[in-house]
């Protein structure tokens, strides 16, 4: 009851934010020249200006830029994303249809990032100035410093072509009519270069921030109270150090939500993903106003989602929060 | 338990820790030798920086990295533990030698709950059951004496007080029974109040398991009162070992000497002339609440009253000490004087100005005439700029030109002390002790009425305090400035103050001349308070009085 009420409370601190991203979106796409009715008959292969002013009078874009948006934001209001015009479906159905792939890829990318930063930085912070601290920090600024589209095809080339271990792109064999678990497995083989390529900067930042905390961590009065006790070095590390030097990685991985959505774009389209960043950048090519503005809302709400699950793992990790609120 | 009769418990031998390469010194320790008995405190007392907490984290093997023993032995239950091996250190830490540290703040986990915390240790080095240690942790709180030993099983860090986090940390210490305890300034973070029932506490328990207990501290009053025998240490040497009564009363070392000499007695300085002049400075019902959560409804808010309805006055001329504990108020009120913060009611009278009722603006305008000294001589000024520029600052913002502030700021640093060359150096090439001057000179930069000094002593060493304290005296008088002087220490304050109020849970609770709190305090807690100053009954350079 509380965890609903906190939400809600999150929710509607976050509506004017909202309002200005998505004026601030409508009015940026105003300025690009060309509207949905111009990628439609280009599409179609050209046609006569009369049939083109009747298209842009059925879909409203007759109407002054301000009126448009009232009555979008009105239709938001009543949660009514509107209706694609390239797809000739409601936008709800058509990011229904392409968030799983995004989810599934953040998921597992968040969760590899998370995990393979925790390790290295502890184990890179335990042996500071030593070899493994040296290959380790150098190789998450390898890892930092390179775009993520270029690994991306590399891991193609070096993978899908060269070896051929791994498919070089797409969600899963089409057309194979696979089911169940081998449907399952088909869908894993065909994410592992995509998971990998959206983690590795996201490790990198990961693997820097818990390397620190845990050095930081490390020197404090609490450990040394820990080591008087006669407690092991695994011991202190667990039982001590590691939920402390969490916290950090914690709000890193809520700051960072927004901008792995961002990535997913870049990697989606390397790989021809049908997720929810490609069809971002298809109806940004295609001038597909609704479904962008869609997008835009339903990404808005999964970062608040995650930083809003990130607030209460906090509560759980550190109990001065919970105290406070 | 080994045979306790034969030979002292713990034994240093020789002992040198040498530091690594670019530090102040060569060695943190150098050449110290001194033996402790099984039933027996042992102070190890010295300024900061003298080696005392090395010797006690070389005897628990917790140096930091690149601190290490050289030459010597430490002989615990005649083993030695400088070159027994990591597995066998960590049998005896926790077990047969206990640590208590200085931080009660810090000290625990604040992610664990402080019972779990304590039975840790049981489970570190015994196989008794989740029962047999809740029991045995619950009657450890018990005989730490917690408020309420099953709460506090249950409590986490943040929800005790710093007293209750310093029992939970000698519980844990306590946990197996140690032959040796050792505590590294286990009170200095404590009011003078918890710290007496701690002290108390110490004692207590290490006469009834007869434990041995080297005990680390900076503060004489602490060792004359708990100490059987004291070494004193200075720069990584043992200056001078012996009985307490002895060295307290009588020291033999020029050092010790020293030290003794500038430790304020608990005595009332001699009444000075001319200290019924006028009030420069009336405080007439300030109160100052602070107010927390609560969001849009602002009834269910906590309020907290930091200070009510406080009526002071302060005579021209004369220093007014205000005394207290933690949480009493006594900062709250320091800030709102100068107007850090905005007093809720009351008036504050300076001459014929209402302080208290001033816009932002205006109050900008009077700053001048107020001015404040902080605690923390390292947090209070700013580590970019440079001493001379810290001092000149102020006149320069009050329109004077920089070259004349900057000569002013030199007559400033040859007055509290200062080389004048000194001026170009930026904070952290000084001491505590000289910042706190630098300090002082920032603030007299704009020649003000009156001086409100916050703690201005407590974070140095005692010879530093003593200096500070005779500066600020002279000060007073050579200036004609008035000063309010804002401690928790009664020693300090009996040594500077014409006057004193006493202030608790940010009430005044009693207020006269120093002599009559001292002698004939009126109010309970004024004499609680006196009661609890460590060594209360010892007065340095008299050694008739019975050491405690």
């Known amino acids: 009851m509380t965890i609903l009420l906190l939400a809600l409370r999150r929710l509607a601190a976050s509506l004017p934010t909202l309002l200005v991203i998505l004026a601030g979106l409508f009015l940026l796409l105003q300025l ?99 070899w493994p601290d040296t290959l380790i920090s150098t190789l998450g600024l390898v890892f930092y410093a390179t775009p993520s589209f270029w690994f991306g095809l590399m891991g193609i080339v070096l993978f899908a072509i060269r070896l051929g271990w791994l498919p070089a792109g797409g969600f899963e064999e089409v057309g194979a009519g696979y089911t169940g ?97 490609r069809l971002a950048y298809e109806s940004v090519v295609q001038r597909d106003l609704n479904t962008l503005l869609g997008i835009v809302f339903v990404s808005a709400l999964l970062v608040i989602t995650v930083n809003f699950a990130v607030d209460l793992v906090y509560g759980r990790l550190d109990p001065r929060i919970a105290a406070g609120r | 338990m080994m045979d306790r009769s034969a030979g002292p418990l713990l034994s240093v031998e020789n002992l040198s820790v040498r530091l690594p390469p670019g530090a102040d010194r060569s060695h943190a ?33 917790l140096l930091p990295p690149g601190v290490s023993p050289d030459a010597g032995r430490v002989l615990f239950q005649r083993r030695d533990l400088v070159a027994a091996s990591e597995a066998e250190m960590r049998r005896l830490r926790g077990a047969a030698i206990g640590m208590i540290f ?56 943040h929800e005790l007080s710093g007293g209750q986090r310093q029992r939970v940390m000698i519980a844990m210490a306590l946990a197996l029974e140690p032959a040796l305890l050792i505590a590294d300034e286990p009170t200095t973070a404590l009011d003078v109040t918890t710290q007496g029932r701690i002290l108390g506490l110490i ?102 009253h930091a200070v009510k309805n406080v009526s002071l006055s302060l005579p021209r001329g004369t220093t007014l000490g205000i005394v207290g504990e933690s949480g009493s108020g006594k900062s709250t009120l320091a800030r709102c004087i100068v107007r850090l913060l905005d007093p809720d009611t009351g008036t504050i009278r300076l001459g014929d100005t209402d302080l208290a009722a001033l816009s932002r603006r205006a109050m900008r305008a009077e700053a001048r005439r107020v001015q404040m000294v902080f605690q923390d001589p390292f947090a209070s000024l700013n580590p970019r700029r440079r001493a001379g520029e810290l001092v000149a600052q102020g006149p320069m913002l009050r329109g004077v030109p920089r070259a004349e502030a900057l000569a002013k700021a030199r007559a400033l640093f040859t007055l509290v002390g200062l080389d004048p060359a000194a001026m170009d150096r930026l904070p952290h090439e000084f001491s505590g002790g000289q910042r706190q001057r630098i300090g002082l000179a920032r603030a007299l930069a704009v020649d003000p009425e009156v001086l409100v000094a916050d703690e201005p002593v407590s974070a140095l060493d005692v010879s530093v305090q003593a200096q500070v ?52 305090p009126q109010a309970a807690y004024t004499r609680a308070l006196l009661d609890a100053v460590p060594g209360r009954a010892w007065i340095p350079g008299r050694p008739h009085a019975p050491a405690a």
């Open chain 2, 203 to 304: 004692r207590d328990i290490q006469k009834r398991r007869g434990m041995g207990v080297l005990f680390i501290t900076h503060d004489f009053g602490v060792v004359a009162e708990i100490a059987d025998r004291v070494a004193v240490m200075q720069a990584g040497h043992l200056v001078e070992v012996g009985p307490a009564e002895g060295v307290l009363n009588r020291p033999q070392a020029p050092y010790t000497q020293a030290l003794i000499a500038a430790v304020p007695p608990l005595v009332p300085r001699a009444a000075r002339a001319g200290t019924a002049a006028p009030a420069i400075l009336t405080l007439d019902g300030v109160s100052k609440t602070y107010r927390k959560g609560g969001g849009l409804w602002p009834g269910r808010a906590r309020v907290t």
């Open chain 2, 469 to 520: 304290l005779a500066l600020l005296d002279s000060l007073r008088d050579r200036l004609g400035l008035s000063m309010l002087f804002i401690t928790h220490d009664l020693r300090v304050a009996g040594q500077i103050c014409d006057r004193i109020a006493v202030m608790k849970d940010g009430a005044v609770v009693e207020a006269g001349p120093t002599a009559e709190v001292f002698t004939a």
């Open chain 1, 32 to 130: 690009a020249p060309g509207d949905t009715v111009d990628a439609l008959m280009a599409q179609m292969g050209g046609g006569d200006p009369a049939t083109a002013e009747e298209l842009r009078r059925y879909y409203g874009l007759d109407l002054p830029a301000a009126a448009q948006l009232a009555r979008y934001l009105w239709r938001l209001v009543q949660l009514d994303l509107g209706q694609s015009a390239i797809y000739g479906k409601p936008v709800a159905t058509v990011i229904a249809e392409r968030l799983p792939v995004t989810l599934l890829l953040m998921g597992a990318s968040l969760t590899l990032a998370f995990l393979g930063g925790t390790l290295l930085g502890i184990l890179a912070a335990r042996r500071i100035g030593h």
């Open chain 2, 102 to 157: 200085q931080e009660p703040m810090t000290a625990l986990n604040p992610l664990r709950r402080a019972g779990d915390q304590i039975a840790e240790t049981f489970r570190i080095h015994t196989r008794l059951s989740a029962r047999e240690i809740r029991e045995k942790t619950l009657a450890l709180l018990t005989e730490v004496r917690m408020p309420d030993p099953a709460a506090a099983l249950r409590a986490y860090p």
């Open chain 1, 181 to 277: 678990l081998i449907r399952i497995l088909d869908i894993a083989r065909h994410l592992v270069l995509p998971t990998l390529t959206l983690a590795l900067v996201f490790l990198a930042t990961y693997l820097r921030i818990m390397r620190a905390s845990m050095l930081e961590v490390m020197s404090l009065d609490y450990v040394r109270t820990a080591r008087a006790k006669g407690l092991g070095e695994t011991g202190v590390i667990v039982r001590h150090a590691l939920r402390n030097a969490l916290l950090p990685m914690v709000t890193l991985v809520g700051l960072q939500a927004g901008t792995m959505l961002g990535g997913s774009v870049v990697v989606e389209s390397v790989f021809a993903l049908p997720g929810l960043g």
């Open chain 2, 29 to 61: 320790l150098a050449g110290v030798s001194l033996s402790l008995a099984a039933n027996e405190i042992l102070c190890v007392v010295g300024e900061s920086g003298s080696g005392k907490s090395v010797l006690a984290n070389t005897v628990m093997r």
